[in-house]
């Protein structure tokens, strides 16, 4: 059973049990446009049967917001309509398929989960867009920005129409975020923090968590710029990269309820690091 739940006039929403990640959908005059896609190819089919079900309209576009598996790993559903990412975010999928996303790696999670995976491909964006790009109807306007700061080339949306802004991985909702991609930056993602603040949203729908508002932009703000004055304290103090893992007064908020979820706040902790380091060294 899938349960939508109402964001604004245009927006909806569908939290997925797991990961307490996000697939929205806007809905335009003559068809919806669907959020990344979340985790697993079933939930994504559920979740676009059950709003063009409800809207009476067809799916025919799926933002993504980002390349993290959790995100587009139900493209399959949506692989009849324009897929649209930015370019770098496409560029990284593609580069995946050689480092996290080989056969032997898909191979075994189709076996680890096959009710979930067996017919599983990843497909990629088949329409991209360099730091902009714009849909828009009668009634509403999409806005993409690309954003960058969680990763090369991730991108939030605004609805100025309704104040909606919708995050993907850009915001974790009362959570220690996941800033350990290789191409993480918080410096680069604290300047995206004010140019969200600067759009005045109403209602946020982040990339994991409680649908929230700015207040939550602020705590991550707080909290980023712990974690730069914590690093910035270790490195002058002489610290070394190597000793990290043996400190346990990195500043954290909440832990995400997942299996692994330390290993992602330790590869955090080596990519502040790596950007500290790389801003004190000028
Ligand atoms: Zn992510």
């Known amino acids: 059973m899938i349960k939508l739940d109402q964001i604004s006039d245009s927006v909806w929403d569908y939290c997925t049990p797991i990961y307490e990640g996000h697939i929205s959908i806007i809905k335009l005059k003559n068809k919806l446009v669907f959020i990344d896609s979340g985790r697993e190819p079933i939930t994504a089919k559920n979740v676009r049967l059950e709003a063009e079900k409800q809207f009476k309209l067809p799916a025919k576009q799926l933002i993504l917001t980002h390349q993290h598996w959790d995100h587009v790993f139900g493209n399959q559903a949506f692989k009849d309509c324009e897929i649209i990412s930015s370019k770098a975010t496409l560029e990284d999928m593609k580069s995946y398929m050689t480092t996290y996303?080989?056969?032997?790696?898909?191979?075994?999670?189709?076996?680890?989960?096959?009710?979930?995976?067996?017919?599983?491909?990843?497909?990629?964006?088949?329409?991209?867009?360099?730091?902009?790009?714009?849909?828009?109807?009668?009634?509403?306007?999409?806005?993409?920005?690309?954003?960058?700061?969680?990763?090369?080339?991730?991108?939030?949306?605004?609805?100025?129409?309704?104040?909606?802004?919708?995050?993907?991985?850009?915001?974790?909702?009362?959570?220690?975020?996941?800033?350990?991609?290789?191409?993480?930056?918080?410096?680069?993602?604290?300047?995206?923090?004010?140019?969200?603040?600067?759009?005045?949203?109403?209602?946020?729908?982040?990339?994991?968590?409680?649908?929230?508002?700015?207040?939550?932009?602020?705590?991550?703000?707080?909290?980023?710029?712990r974690c730069i004055n914590w690093m910035k304290k270790y490195i002058e103090n002489g610290y070394l990269k190597e000793e990290l893992d043996t400190r346990k007064d990195f500043p954290v908020l909440k832990s995400m309820d997942i299996e692994g979820f330390d290993e992602l706040v330790k590869s955090s902790i080596r990519r502040t690091y790596d950007v500290v380091k790389e801003k004190l060294d000028g």
Request: proline residues 6%.
């Open 101 to 225: 996303w080989t056969d032997e790696n898909i191979a075994k999670m189709k076996e680890e989960e096959p009710e979930t995976f067996a017919d599983f491909r990843i497909v990629f964006p088949n329409i991209t867009f360099e730091r902009e790009y714009q849909i828009t109807d009668e009634k509403i306007t999409i806005e993409i920005y690309q954003g960058d700061g969680h990763s090369a080339g991730n991108s939030y949306i605004f609805i100025p129409e309704e104040k909606i802004l919708i995050t993907g991985d850009l915001l974790f909702s009362g959570m220690t975020p996941f800033f350990g991609d290789p191409n993480a930056d918080i410096f680069t993602w604290l300047e995206v923090y004010q140019n969200m603040l600067d759009l005045s949203p109403k209602k946020i729908i982040p990339g994991h968590g409680e649908i929230t508002d700015k207040g939550e932009i602020l705590n991550q703000i707080n909290y980023f710029e």
